[in-house]
Nanobody, 119 residues
Framework: QVQLVESGGGLVLPGGSLRLSCAAS????????MSWYRQAPGKERELVAT????????NYADSIKGRFAISRDNAKKTVYLQMNSLKPEDTAVYYC????????????WGQGTQVTVSS
């Protein structure tokens, strides 16, 4: 069965760091583009970062550019989001997403992990 399990969320002070992990199983991880999304209360889900199946291409939302870094380890079937210089505006539930590189481009989603940035 397909699983995406996020971990690493929690409460952190402004300016602090967290590293999120998403462990994948049950599908061909190495042919899926992986992304992190987030959703804050009252807001739409936002694409945060994307990494290509081979790890060679990354894209970031302007709001986090220069502060976050996405990476993946295809051998471990895991994608990471290193979050530095965290701001209260980063508070959200963070979701892991997998999208197959070939049609049909079905999406798989994790259940999310809460990140709270507060003093």
């Amino acid at each position: 069965q397909v699983q995406l399990v996020e971990s690493g969320g929690g409460l952190v002070l402004p300016g602090g760091s967290l590293r999120l992990s998403c462990a994948a199983s049950g599908f061909s991880f190495s042919i899926h583009t992986m992304s992190w999304y987030r959703q804050a209360p009252g807001k739409e889900r936002e694409l945060v970062a994307t990494i290509s199946s081979g790890g060679g291409t990354t894209n970031y939302a302007d709001s986090i550019k220069g502060r976050f870094a996405i990476s993946r380890d295809n051998a471990k079937k895991t994608v990471y989001l290193q979050m530095n210089s965290l701001k209260p505006e980063d508070t959200a539930v963070y979701y892991c997403n997998a999208r197959r590189d070939y049609y049909p481009t079905r999406d798989y989603w994790g259940q999310g992990t809460q990140v709270t940035v507060s003093s």
